[in-house]
């Protein structure tokens, strides 16, 4: 893995709560995220696969690892941006997730871009 400036993308979510796809009374609580990765480096790369952790406030943690993101593996230009929904179903009202997208260059250097931890939460739970 590689921290040359030439390999960077940029990523920022967005969370919604999703009341009609939850159902609280049984500990059901569904989230969407939002996400845009901008390629922020001068070297057009693709999104081979990604690694998520999702921590319930039980701290009950989900690994998820798979292929591209919502079944694509997008090839991003520099400058070049990919926005995708995606969602996850918790047990708790509120979490958290962070993880890793792992990219390999159109050179061949592969790169990881880390996903800050964020907030998932029901409207009203937290202050």
């Known amino acids: 893995m590689t921290t040359d400036k030439r390999y960077e993308c940029s990523v920022t979510v967005n969370t919604e709560f999703l009341l009609d796809q939850s159902d609280v009374q049984s500990g059901r609580y569904a989230f969407s995220y939002h ?69 390999t260059a159109v050179d061949g250097t592969q790169f990881e871009v880390l996903i800050p931890s964020f907030t998932l939460s029901m409207p009203r739970v937290l202050h």
Do not use: C
């Open 35 to 103: 996400i845009t990765i901008i390629n922020t480096g001068s070297v057009a790369a693709q999104l081979i696969s990604r690694h998520w952790v999702i921590t319930d406030a039980e701290q009950k943690i989900q690994e998820v690892r798979g292929l591209g993101v919502v079944g694509e593996q997008p090839l991003l230009q520099p400058s070049a941006v990919f926005e995708y929904v995606s969602g996850t179903v918790m047990n708790t009202a509120v979490g958290t997730m962070h993880g890793s997208y792992q990219f």
